[in-house]
């Protein structure tokens, strides 16, 4: 068998545009999966090569020079770079003194000009360029490497009078706009290179690509797209906060906007990219929810920062989740300490260098769940968010939490988190068309799959489902369409019209899908709904809201447990369970299932007047519980309240917690004994 060919992308750029030379590297090895049955696609960047000390870095025997390259891409924008020695470096076409970025250009130019390669990409940002006013050197030498920029784009790209182009560049002004245009530019010239040839079928992705109603994680960002623009503009936001001093970024967004896993599988594979930020080698991430930890968001938090994937180095310097918990609630400036020393362990297993750093990046996915865990007093929120600030403030931290939109008047309740989240805001929009295509087409593009081509009408599957995904949360209901057509692909993976039809389109597909895993369930189990979604629904101002249970309520084997593990099962996936075996949250995967699943929907309508008199009653309960001794009886109910309250009991019994009950009791006996009293 012959050797695969190997295609060299050269990356050429000065140390102001790191982020888009990372972004580069990314783009080369996706690309190096897509290709992967024509050639291997292979990135030559100066810091993953062995440099020897005993030459310079820009000698052949330390990196590879450009001309030996097939495609050669230059960034620029606003440094040209260290001048290199003039002995030994200079221009291959100019003969002038250069710097290292301008030497690779004109090597590669000058080897283009003589062999036709490699093929020459340039890149310049457009962002506008700041510096500090009071460092007077440093805002010179800006002036000075931004006079030099413009004077190699004057004497390569434009004509003597500069009004108009002698070579093509190409322009862009953030990172994502570079990152689309340098994966369009390279796929296309690399389409070129693969030619007429069979395309054959690469599968770089063996999972589902698509995640039904659950969010992406970390590890599905290789099949996660169609979010670009709000990925660098959340990452350039964080950044800023960053540099400001308080690393604290609140994200909001409608219900179904895609936030949790804009966070979860976009930002944080961004933040782990080395140097990304700043001088960052090393990035753990600690990803919870407030409602974890039997809904004690400081034990919560305690748990993701001893988890695998942040510090569990901290178990072995003797820290537990109760004392790191305690330390958290009682002294919250002194967990920098505990952090400290569990990212130092990090970085030294890590091999980090002495100028590189390591960094905790902490995740509150669902942050609204603060506000719904009914027996969270304001002083409990308080306490944690102040937790947050401290953590956001030691330089050690990243805190990144995503909220519903619709609690953001929530913030006013909690003056400690509206001065937190400050400017510190972004809003996740809802994606345009063509990141809709990206969503449907580009996980199918990795997973090896094809959408149906209907000849007679000229359309393809993909195509027709984007043109029907453009209202406002569509992405739930778009992402369960997704997975139930890949769970119905043929054996050669294509995803087909007959599917899509029978799923009742991107609308029905949702609730039809509930709709069959119910009916299919013995009539014993099916009477289990009514009371299943009245233990995993509130009502919160009006509308239906999404809560925890705990899992060891439905006891095995009961027919209410064999339709919570009906709608559990990996070919539903219509709830989820995360948490310890002794802890587990059950949870619906969306609340989408709400309004999609007519069933559903008409129960929790029926129900709503009793579930928010249940939430209502929760509340008093644990107000009057934690209440001083003396000043319980204040907090008992009667009259109306009361009659309402033992009507509920009545209809739902055993459904409602002991703790209602109790208060249910103590406020009729405080009614018997001031009767008892009037009367006498």
């Not at 804009?262 to 600690?286: H, N, Q, S, Y």
């Not at 054996?491 to 895993?517: C, K, P």
């Not at 109910?637 to 509920?648: C, Q, S, V």
Request: charged residues 25%.
């Amino acid at each position: 068998m012959p050797e695969q060919q190997t295609v060299r992308i050269f990356i050429s750029s000065p140390s102001d545009v790191r982020p888009e030379r990372l972004k580069a590297e990314r783009i080369v090895a996706r690309l190096d999966r897509e290709f992967a049955y024509h050639f291997r696609v292979e990135g030559v960047l100066w810091e993953r090569e062995p440099l020897v000390a005993s030459r310079h870095f820009q000698d052949p025997e330390n990196i590879p020079q450009p001309r030996g390259t097939d495609i050669v891409v230059v960034v620029l924008w606003s440094r040209l770079g260290l001048p290199l020695p003039e002995d030994r470096f200079r221009g291959a076409i100019s003969g002038r003194p250069v710097t290292g970025t301008e030497w690779e250009f004109e090597d590669a130019l000058a080897s283009a000009r003589e062999r036709g390669i490699p093929e020459l990409l340039l890149y310049r940002k457009t962002a506008r360029v700041t510096a500090d006013l009071e460092d007077e050197s440093a805002l010179q030498q800006r002036i000075a490497q931004r006079t030099l920029v413009q004077d190699f784009v004057g004497r390569w790209f434009l004509t003597e009078d500069g009004s108009g182009a002698t070579a093509a560049s190409h322009s862009f002004g953030d990172t994502g706009e570079f990152e689309q245009l340098l994966y369009d530019h390279l796929r296309a010239l690399l389409e070129r290179r693969a030619g007429a040839a069979a395309p054959g079928v690469s599968i770089r992705w063996h999972a589902p690509p698509f995640r039904a109603l659950l969010s992406y994680d970390y590890e599905h960002a290789p099949v996660f797209f169609g979010r670009t623009r709000a990925r660098n503009e959340l990452r350039e936001l964080l950044a800023a906060q960053i540099a400001h001093g308080t690393a604290f970024v609140l994200v909001l967004g409608a219900s179904g906007s895609g936030k949790s896993s804009l966070v979860k599988a976009g930002l944080l594979p961004d933040l782990a990219l080395p140097g990304m930020i700043e001088r960052v080698g090393l990035m753990r991430r600690a990803v919870m929810r407030p409602s974890d930890q039997s809904g004690n968001p400081l034990a919560a938090l305690a748990a993701a920062i001893l988890s695998p994937t942040a510090l569990p180095e901290l178990t072995g310097l003797q820290y537990s989740h109760e004392q790191l918990g305690a330390l958290l609630h009682d002294a919250p400036s002194q967990a920098a300490l505990p952090i400290r020393q569990g990212l130092a362990e990090a970085g030294k297993a890590a091999g980090l260098t002495d100028i590189a750093e390591a960094r905790l990046t902490i995740v509150i996915d669902q942050f609204e769940e603060l506000f719904t865990i009914d027996r969270l007093g304001n002083v409990d929120r308080e306490s944690f968010v102040i937790a947050l600030a401290a953590l956001a403030k030691s330089g050690l931290a990243w805190v990144v939490a995503t909220m519903r939109s619709d609690f953001f008047d929530r913030l006013e309740t909690l003056p400690a988190l509206l001065t937190l989240s400050g400017d510190a805001r972004y809003v996740v929009e809802p994606p345009d068309d063509a990141e809709i295509g990206q969503i449907i087409r580009e996980p199918a593009l990795e997973a090896g799959l094809s959408f149906e081509h209907d000849a007679a009408r000229g359309l393809s599957l993909d195509e027709t489902i984007r043109q029907t995904a453009r209202d406002r949360g569509v992405l739930p209901l778009l992402s369960f369409l997704l997975d139930q057509l890949w769970q119905s692909r043929t054996e050669a993976g294509v995803l087909t019209f007959a599917a899509y039809q029978r799923l009742g389109g991107l609308e029905g597909a949702t609730g039809r899908r509930a709709e069959e895993v119910f009916l299919a369930q013995p009539e014993a189990v099916q009477k289990e709904l009514v009371r299943l979604l009245r233990a995993l629904v509130t009502i919160k101002g009006g509308k239906p809201v999404s809560r925890g249970a705990v899992l060891s309520q439905f006891p095995e084997g009961s027919p209410r447990r064999l339709l919570v593990d009906a709608l559990l099962d990996p070919e539903a996936r219509l709830l989820v369970s995360d948490g310890d075996s002794s802890r587990t949250q059950l949870r619906l995967a969306h609340e989408a299932l709400l309004t999609h699943w007519p069933r559903a929907r008409d129960q929790i309508a029926a129900d709503a007047r009793d579930l928010e008199l249940r939430r209502r009653l929760e509340e008093e309960a644990q107000e009057w519980q934690q209440a001083p001794r003396r000043e319980r009886k204040g907090r008992l109910i009667a009259g109306l309240p009361l009659a309402e309250a033992r009507a509920l009991l009545r209809r739902w019994g055993t459904e409602l917690p002991a703790e209602i009950h109790e208060f249910v009791a103590a406020s009729r006996s405080g009614v018997r004994r001031r009767r008892l009293r009037d009367g006498a």
